[in-house]
């Protein structure tokens, strides 16, 4: 059901607060499946910092000369936001982006459950911030595919912020479960490998592998109000 993939490169991204340790299972799980899949090796995801922020790019250009591919970005919640940006201005070096319950159309004035402790380390936040708080919809499309993996009882975040608008080549994946869960959330997973799996250069509408399709309620796309 699932294939084997191609050996390209897979760059996984932890949450806010999370490291490379969060997103062992899906790392293990992917490289059963037959990729070359990478932590980012930055410790603990604190937010967007000097470090942090200098550090995503380097590993991203590291992967993609070691390999000779592009490679696809897999970001968990802030990690999805990383992955964009890292899209947005690198996209010769990107094959696809994956989010996981990525609020990236979070607007000043809304709230999450990660809020208290993100208020606290924004002080030691760099001016990329300003840039990841443009609202989504007046920022430059992506370049490549991209895939937003929701679900409608996160916990986390507000799910609406996590969708994206109806366009070529994004889609919108709903799944059951929580925010804390989607790393190793079984159809999150089955979405991951299909998305992967598809030839660099095509792309078409994720569809339930057969037998699964109770797994996945039908999504819905953003609508600005």
């Not at 070359?36 to 922020?53: D, E, K, Q």
């Not at 109806?166 to 089955?190: D, Q, T």
């Amino acid at each position: 059901m699932l294939g084997r993939g191609d050996r390209h490169p897979v760059l996984v991204l932890p949450g806010f607060t999370a490291g490379d340790r969060s997103t062992e299972p899906l790392r293990w799980f992917l490289r059963g499946q037959g990729y070359y899949v990478h932590g980012w090796h930055l410790g603990r995801n604190v937010g967007p910092t000097r470090r942090i922020m200098t550090g995503i790019d380097a590993r991203l250009f590291e992967l993609h000369e070691r390999h000779e591919k592009t490679v696809s970005i897999i970001g968990w919640s802030l990690g999805g936001i990383y992955a964009r940006e890292l899209a947005r201005h690198h996209a010769h070096m990107v094959r696809q982006v994956i989010t996981l319950g990525t609020p990236f159309r979070l607007v000043e004035g809304d709230h999450s459950a990660a809020e208290p402790l993100w208020n606290q380390a924004e002080p030691y936040f760099v001016e990329e911030l300003a840039t990841m708080r443009i609202p989504e919809e007046e920022k430059a499309p992506l370049r490549v595919p991209s895939t937003a993996i929701y679900t409608r009882t996160d916990g986390i975040v507000r799910w609406h912020s996590c969708i994206e608008a109806e366009g070529p080549r994004r889609e919108n994946i709903e799944v059951h479960g929580s925010h804390s869960g989607l790393g190793v959330n079984p159809a999150a997973l089955i979405a991951i490998a299909d998305r992967l799996r598809l030839r660099e250069g095509t792309w078409k509408p994720f569809k339930p592998p057969f037998g699964t399709a109770s797994l996945f309620p039908r999504p819905v796309n953003w609508r600005a109000a």
